[in-house]
């Protein structure tokens, strides 16, 4: 079984910053790709920044420059680094994992989700 817990998200004013975390526990074998997904009210669910094994990363356009991710091998855990947070960027964040288990076969995993919310 694996798990993925998530941290700090809050409440922040805009121009704010907040550092998002994700730990992965379980029978992992190795971590292909780790995202952040965020949903907010009445929206699609949409791609907020990824990271793959060989530390590629990328990033939706209205996130570029002000939104960061990163990860800790050792501890199997991702950040997002988010500044100069804006009211639209208030939404529910949610992890996302794909690993190779022991077997060699793939599977993907969501955390629970972290409310942000920006206020003006």
């Known amino acids: 079984q694996v798990q993925l817990v998530e941290s700090g998200g809050g409440l922040v004013q805009a121009g704010g910053s907040l550092r998002l975390s994700c730990a992965a526990s379980g029978s992992i074998f190795n971590i292909n790709a780790m995202g952040w997904y965020r949903q907010a009210p009445g929206k699609q669910r949409e791609l907020v920044a990824a990271?793959?094994?060989?530390?590629?990363?990328n990033y939706a356009d209205s996130v570029k420059g002000r939104f960061t991710i990163s990860r800790d091998n050792a501890k199997n855990t991702v950040y997002l680094q988010m500044n100069s947070l804006r009211p639209e960027d208030t939404a529910v964040y949610y992890c996302?994992?794909?690993?190779?288990?022991?077997?060699?076969?793939?599977?993907?995993?969501w955390g629970q989700g972290t409310q942000v919310t920006v206020s003006s």
């Open positions: 996302n994992l794909i690993i190779t288990k022991v077997s060699g076969r793939r599977a993907d995993y």
């Open positions: 990271i793959i094994s060989g530390g590629s990363t």
